[in-house]
């Protein structure tokens, strides 16, 4: 039932009873980063617009040209997808949406980068232990936007370092939380996840 799996990638199933049908296990052996070729029925009018936006760029004595150009090859587009929508690939007849809902994934960053499949509920409760187990100060209010006036007060009591043309690109507008996401160690017992923290959103990232 289960496909031959190559050489270069080996899905790691942490639980028994997860399954997948052959459908979905023919999209998962192609890779995380594998792209599906299925478009969006309007994706011809998107490209037109596409198009548009570029021949604007111009200058004006040559756009005509290329208009005509370019309306060809619609029409020709057009002419070839009476639907306007390009079928995917049977082999990826399959909704990734609904296989990454079924099922967790986490690539380790060891063994040759292998695929870790484990059920939501696993990975959320070895997000929980990891913070549990490891004397975590757990709080109640949401520090982020005492942060960011903190930080945007220091910048500006910075005037020495800190320049008042150039404080804005110091202060991270739409900041928020850093977020974790866990990785899983196979190789270790209990498979517990190795933590991978995100601050690009952090109201000090910047500064």
């Given at each position: 039932?289960t496909?031959?799996?190559?050489?270069?990638f080996?899905?790691?199933?942490?639980?028994?009873?997860?399954?997948?049908?052959?459908?979905?296990?023919t999209?998962?052996?192609?890779g995380?980063k594998?792209?599906?070729?299925?478009?969006?029925?309007?994706?011809i009018?998107?490209?037109?617009?596409?198009?548009?936006?570029?021949?604007?760029?111009l200058?004006?004595r040559?756009?005509?040209?290329?208009?005509?150009?370019?309306?060809?090859?619609?029409?020709?587009?057009?002419m070839q997808?009476?639907?306007?929508?390009?079928?995917?690939?049977?082999?990826?007849?399959?909704?990734?949406?609904?296989?990454?809902?079924?099922?967790?994934?986490?690539?380790?960053?060891?063994q040759r980068?292998?695929?870790?499949?484990?059920?939501?509920?696993?990975?959320?409760?070895?997000?929980?232990?990891?913070v549990?187990?490891n004397?975590?100060?757990t709080?109640n209010?949401?520090?982020?936007?005492t942060?960011?006036?903190?930080?945007?007060?220091?910048?500006?009591?910075?005037?020495?370092?800190?320049?008042?043309?150039?404080?804005?690109r110091?202060?991270n507008?739409?900041?928020?939380?850093?977020s974790?996401?866990g990785?899983?160690?196979?190789?270790k017992?209990?498979?517990?996840?190795?933590?991978?923290?995100?601050w690009?959103?952090?109201?000090?990232?910047?500064?």
């Amino acid at each position: 039932m289960t496909p031959q799996v190559p050489d270069t990638f080996h899905p790691r199933i942490i639980n028994n009873y997860i399954s997948f049908t052959n459908s979905e296990m023919t999209l998962l052996l192609k890779g995380m980063k594998y792209n599906t070729h299925s478009k969006k029925r309007n994706w011809i009018q998107s490209l037109s617009l596409e198009a548009e936006t570029a021949i604007t760029q111009l200058p004006p004595r040559e756009r005509v040209v290329y208009r005509k150009l370019i309306a060809d090859r619609i029409n020709k587009l057009i002419m070839q997808n009476p639907t306007h929508q390009t079928p995917c690939n049977k082999s990826d007849d399959v909704n990734p949406k609904q296989t990454k809902r079924k099922h967790r994934y986490g690539d380790t960053g060891r063994q040759r980068n292998p695929i870790v499949i484990l059920t939501t509920l696993q990975y959320v409760t070895k997000l929980q232990n990891f913070v549990l187990n490891n004397n975590f100060s757990t709080i109640n209010a949401e520090p982020t936007s005492t942060f960011q006036v903190e930080v945007r007060q220091t910048i500006r009591d910075s005037k020495t370092l800190i320049p008042k043309d150039t404080r804005r690109r110091y202060v991270n507008m739409n900041s928020s939380a850093p977020s974790i996401k866990g990785l899983i160690k196979i190789h270790k017992p209990q498979q517990p996840i190795r933590p991978v923290m995100n601050w690009r959103n952090a109201p000090a990232y910047r500064l």
